[in-house]
């Protein structure tokens, strides 16, 4: 069984010693620090209402998708209006 989008950032940023409060991509949306598109960092989330993805940076960013884990271009996520930039901490 795969991960949901919010499941997969929750437990890839626990591995990295970041615990979110927040299990869901309206919560991470509503709460946590906001980060403009252009400055984000690898580690920063690119979130909307229903979806998540984590920054890797050089223009790339990992997601959980339902055929799976996938890494791919953040170009569509950093056009879309709908996405905005967050940082975990």
Known sequence: MGYDCSGFVVTTL???GINLQWHNSSGM???LP???KDRLQPGD???K???VAIYLGNGQMIESVPSGV???SAQPYLDDRSYVGRRPQ
């Open 70 to 72: 996938r890494v791919t």
């Open 29 to 31: 949306k509503a709460k």
């Open 45 to 47: 989330l690119l979130v």
């Open 14 to 16: 626990k591995k990295a």
């Open 49 to 51: 209402d229903g979806h």
């Open 34 to 36: 906001d980060v403009p």
